[in-house]
């Protein structure tokens, strides 16, 4: 991604948290599986620990109930 790294750091939270919330609550996007949101969020959290822990999500937050 070739943006500022705080534009870069926002955008990637977001993603982050869209997946995190499709993957506790699968009625808000109908067509994407709540394993592959799972699946998603957990690639991001790999790769931005960072960035997860500034939002105050963990690998298990994609179970936790809204």
Known sequence: ?????????????????????????PSLDRNCAPGRARKNYWHLWRKYPEIAAKL???EWSVFDRL
């Open 1 to 25: 991604m070739h943006a500022r790294k705080q534009v870069r750091d926002i955008l990637i939270g977001r993603k982050m948290r869209r997946w995190c919330d499709i993957a506790r609550c």
């Open 56 to 58: 105050g999500l963990h």
